[in-house]
């Protein structure tokens, strides 16, 4: 049976078509997405596929921005993907649970802070945490960024500046995938960047 999402509360709806109003918030049928079908798989079939999926090529960044309230918080990523050189776009998936995908979403702006081989304390520092316990900035090298003045890290390569295109973010289950124009950036230092193979091999 196909399962339709409110695009404005999320309310499910079970049927062959979108409901001609939602039972939550009132919008009508134009406001229901399809939802994709899940796919059955056993659990060696997944265990198959998740061994595949070990040996994609992934950088490690640190995700950072900013709430209403001006409050800081970043997060360890390796889902950063430039898409485009002209314009310069990219896309990222950001899992719900994080509080840094609370402040993107109020802010509509995130820095990508690329991180070279000599950056493993940042991976642990913005990634075995949540910012709800720890403030993760303290004691942290970090400026604010030349355009957006979001909080970015001085010891690592450098940065990127991100707008949300929030007309095209994409509710993707447990991640949202945003789709940003890059609207600015900065070198610090010239070195080897970090992969996700390089820091599991050598954390």
């Not at 979108?18 to 899940?38: I, Q, R, W």
């Not at 990222?92 to 991180?115: M, W």
Request: hydrophobic residues 30%; neutral net charge.
């Amino acid at each position: 049976m196909k399962k339709w999402k409110c695009r404005v509360c999320g309310y499910i709806h079970t049927g062959p078509n979108a409901p001609e109003k939602c039972p939550t918030c009132g919008v009508g049928s134009d406001k229901f997405d399809l939802m994709p079908e899940e796919v059955q798989q056993s659990e060696e079939e997944r265990q198959a596929i998740q061994n595949v999926l070990f040996n994609c090529t992934y950088g490690l960044y640190v995700i950072t921005s900013f709430n209403k309230d001006n409050k800081i918080n970043g997060m360890t990523s390796n889902s950063f993907v430039q898409m485009t050189d002209t314009p310069m776009q990219a896309v990222i998936g950001i899992n719900k649970n994080n509080l840094t995908s609370d402040y993107i979403l109020e802010s509509g702006v995130f820095a990508v802070n690329f991180l070279g081989t000599d950056n493993h304390n940042e991976v642990r520092r913005f990634g075995y945490s949540s910012g709800r316990d720890v403030e993760k900035f303290k004691n942290a090298q970090y400026k604010r960024s030349k355009n957006l003045k979001l909080p970015v890290l001085t010891n690592a390569i450098g940065y990127v500046e991100c707008e949300v295109q929030k007309d095209r973010t994409q509710d993707l289950g447990t991640h949202n995938l945003f789709v940003v124009t890059v609207v600015g950036g900065e070198i610090f230092e010239a070195k080897d960047p970090m992969s996700y193979a390089y820091f599991r091999a050598t954390k």
